[in-house]
């Protein structure tokens, strides 16, 4: 499966895919990354 974003107002799935990086920060975004999983 692919990871996807949620829409803030209905908590459903989009067809947008997931952002892995939000930041310049490559580790943060690693953490981020992890922590959905968990």
């Known amino acids: 499966g692919k990871l996807r974003k949620l829409d803030p ?3 459903e799935m989009t ?3 997931f952002d892995f990086n939000v930041s ?4 943060y975004n690693q953490k981020r990354y992890e922590a959905l999983g968990e």
């Not at 310049?24 to 580790?27: E, V």
């Open 9 to 11: 107002q209905t908590g």
């Open 15 to 17: 067809d947008e895919g």
């Open 24 to 27: 310049k920060d490559a580790q």
